[in-house]
C-alpha cells in the first residue's frame, strides 16, 4: 500500500498581520511546519497554532527560517556554518518549548525558504543544519527536498529524514526547484499539480521544465500555506490521492 504525508507550511502570520487559513488546512494535512519567528510568525502565533495542530491530530515541526521579517526568508542571507546552527538551535528550541506547554511535542524540522534551498545545494548550510537539529533532539526528523544535499547530510549525523515533493513548483533538470523569480516557477493549473503529485508517487518520477524525466522520492508533500487557493487546493489533492488508494499520512523511524 504505497503512503505518504501531506504537509504545510503554517503559523506565518504575525501581529495583527494575518497569512493563510490554518484553521481549515489544518483539518485535511498530516504535517504542519510551523514558523518559529525569524522569516513570519511569532509567540501568540506559535502558541496558537501549536494548540490547533495538536487539536487535529496533525504531526508538529519547527520552520527555521532566516531572521528576514520583511522578505519572508525568501532572500540568501551568507552566514557562517556557526551562525546558521545557531539560528536553527534558537527556533527548534523555541517551538520545542511552546509545545511541551501545550502538552505535545515537535516532531521534525523542515527549514523555510532560502535557507532550504541553500541547503539543497550547499553542503556547508545542510551539514549545519543538521548538526543543529542532532544537537537539540537527534529523534527529530529533518525534511529536505527529495535527493538534495540537506536530505544527505541528515542520512551521515543518524537522521529520520524525509525526501520532500513540491505540487505547485517546477523542477529544473537537476532537480533542484525553479526558483520563484521565474515565470514558471508556480504550477498554478490544479488538475496538472495533482496528476504531477500522484505520478511522483506511484512512478517516482517527475518531468523537469525541459521535459526531462527525473527519478525522485516522494515521502512527503508540501503545499504552500500563504497562497489564496491552498485550502481548496489541498482538499482536492488530499481526495484524489484517496481515489488512488494512496494512505495520507506516514511515519518515519527516527534512527
Known amino acids: 500500500m504505497l503512503s505518504v504525508d501531506l504537509n504545510c507550511d503554517l503559523g506565518e502570520s504575525y501581529g495583527l498581520f494575518k497569512i493563510g487559513n490554518d484553521e481549515e488546512i489544518l483539518k485535511h494535512i498530516t504535517s504542519a511546519n510551523i514558523a518559529c519567528g525569524f522569516h513570519a510568525g ?89 548538526e543543529a537539529v542532532v544537537d537539540v533532539n537527534p529523534q527529530l526528523v529533518l525534511f529536505g527536498l527529495a535527493g538534495s544535499l540537506m536530505v544527505k547530510a541528515g542520512e551521515e549525523k543518524g537522521l529520520g529524514v524525509a525526501h520532500e515533493v513540491f505540487a505547485d513548483r517546477n523542477y529544473q533538470p537537476d532537480g533542484m526547484l525553479t526558483p520563484r523569480s521565474h515565470a514558471n516557477a508556480m504550477i498554478h493549473d490544479t488538475e496538472n499539480a495533482i496528476k504531477r503529485v500522484i505520478r511522483m508517487i506511484t512512478e517516482g518520477k517527475i518531468a523537469a521544465i525541459d521535459g526531462t524525466d527525473l527519478e525522485i522520492t516522494a515521502d512527503t508533500i508540501c503545499v504552500h500555506g ?29 534512527k
Open 42 to 130: 511569532d509567540h501568540n502565533v506559535m502558541m496558537e497554532t501549536v494548540k490547533l495542530a495538536k487539536a487535529h491530530g496533525v504531526k508538529i515541526g519547527a520552520h527555521p527560517g532566516f531572521p528576514d521579517l520583511h522578505g519572508f526568508g525568501r532572500r540568501d542571507m551568507h552566514l557562517t556554518q556557526q551562525e546558521i546552527y545557531n539560528l536553527v538551535v534558537y527556533q527548534i528550541g523555541a517551538l520545542e518549548a511552546v509545545a511541551r506547554a501545550c502538552g505535545t511535542k515537535v516532531f521534525h524540522v523542515k527549514p523555510h525558504g532560502a535557507l532550504y534551498n541553500m541547503a539543497a545545494m550547499d553542503k556547508h548550510v545542510a551539514d549545519a543544519i543538521a
Open 226 to 254: 500563504d497562497e489564496p487557493q491552498t485550502l481548496e487546493f489541498v482538499v482536492k489533492l488530499k481526495q484524489a490521492l484517496i481515489n488512488e488508494e494512496i494512505t495520507v499520512g506516514k511515519s518515519w523511524d527516527a
